[in-house]
């Protein structure tokens, strides 16, 4: 199965600042089928982008996804404070599929 | 708009089975499939499977076959999991959500219901 390794851990930044995600698979994802959640506590996941860069329906435009092959990034343009939470990446371009441990991104 | 319905939490003990509904409303049930995701305490996601409510085709998590059955009543809009055997580590929010087949992302998901394991 495909090994999603997402970074950092952790980040800790202000509101305003740009975030960048990491979501480095363990092999190529086929056909970009890579999405991104977002998850607050005592929530389900929201589902962020799909495709590897198409925003889903009602995702603010702050938010986009980039990448290809082994190797995709989750940016966040300027923080607001509804966007700290959990972020996390699924690939479903096989079985099974697959979600990445997560980064939290913290009020610095 | 979409919505997916979960039923309450659960308390079994080991060896038992539960069985999870989610029901659907706001959207044609059988032109989607439906996930199954579940969460232990302050864990990730995990993938356990997916049908389609349109033919019930399943596909599973390896390491649950044998263990776990989905499966939907297309006359209520329903969904259910059903997991048998349970095992303490089986103590997780279990999540259902909607699959645009034939890609396998979740665009909708339900509120989650929490499964507890303990003798």
């Known amino acids: 199965e495909i090994v999603l390794t997402q970074s950092p851990g952790t980040l800790s930044l202000s509101p305003g600042e740009r975030a960048t995600l990491s979501c480095r698979a363990s092999?190529?994802?086929?056909?970009?089928?890579l999405a991104w959640y977002q998850q607050k506590p005592g929530q389900a996941p929201r589902l962020l982008i799909y495709?590897?860069?198409s925003r889903a329906t009602g995702i603010p435009d702050r938010f986009s996804g980039s990448g290809s092959g082994t190797d995709f990034t989750l940016t966040i343009s300027r923080l607001e404070p509804e966007d700290f939470a959990v972020y996390y990446c699924q690939q479903y371009g096989s079985s099974p599929g697959t979600f990445g441990g997560g980064t939290k991104v913290e009020i610095k | 708009q979409v919505q997916l319905v979960q039923s309450g939490a659960e308390v079994k003990k080991p060896g038992a089975s539960v069985k999870v509904s989610c029901k659907a409303s706001?959207?044609?049930?059988?032109?989607?499939?439906i996930s199954w995701v579940r969460q232990a305490p302050g864990q990730g996601l995990e993938w356990m499977g997916w049908i389609s409510a349109y033919n019930g085709n399943t596909n599973y998590a390896q390491k649950l076959q044998g263990r776990v059955t989905m499966t939907t009543d297309t006359s209520t809009s329903t969904a259910y999991m059903e997991l048998r055997s349970l095992r303490s580590d089986d103590t997780a929010v279990y999540y259902c959500?909607?699959?645009?087949?034939?890609?396998?992302?979740?665009?909708?998901w339900g509120q989650g219901t929490l499964v507890t394991v303990s003798s």
């Open positions: 959500a909607r699959v645009p087949l034939p890609t396998l992302f979740f665009d909708y």
């Open positions: 495709g590897a860069s």
């Open positions: 706001g959207y044609t049930f059988t032109s989607y499939g």
């Open positions: 092999q190529s994802v086929s056909s970009s089928y």
